[in-house]
């Protein structure tokens, strides 16, 4: 059974830095586009980061667009997401996805999910 697990998550102060892991095994990762979501208390789930399978195709959420990067390590089965710069409003449990192929924006377009690791940001 596939299921990507992510770690790093925390509590952290507004300006500082957080770096999020998802491994994923029991999956071809290669070929796999891998995405970061997060979903905030009393909201739904949004888009915040992806990477395909070339990983130089990249592509953010506009609100963190310059402050985070994604990254991934094919050897390692490994997907990162790097967050600096730090906002309260970025709080919210991240979520880890796969999805064959092409970066998806939506949840429904991604097929594996992980049971999601919460990232606080105090003001």
């Known amino acids: 059974q596939v299921r990507p697990v992510e770690s790093g998550g925390g509590l952290v102060q507004a300006g500082d830095s957080m770096r999020l892991s998802c491994v994923a095994s029991?999956?071809?990762?290669?070929?796999?586009?891998m995405g970061w979501f997060r979903q905030a208390p009393g909201k739904e789930r949004e888009f915040v980061a992806a990477?395909?399978?070339?990983?130089?195709?990249?592509d953010y959420e506009d609100s963190v667009e310059g402050r985070f990067t994604i990254s991934r390590d094919n050897g390692k089965n490994a997907v990162y997401l790097q967050m600096n710069s730090l906002k309260p409003e970025d709080t919210g449990v991240y979520y880890c996805?796969?999805?064959?192929?092409?970066?998806?924006?939506?949840?429904?377009?991604?097929?594996?999910w992980g049971q999601g690791n919460e990232g606080t940001v105090s003001s």
């Open positions: 029991g999956l071809l990762f290669s070929t796999y586009a």
């Open positions: 990477i395909g399978e070339i990983p130089r195709d990249t």
């Open positions: 996805a796969a999805r064959p192929s092409e970066i998806g924006y939506q949840p429904w377009e991604y097929k594996y």
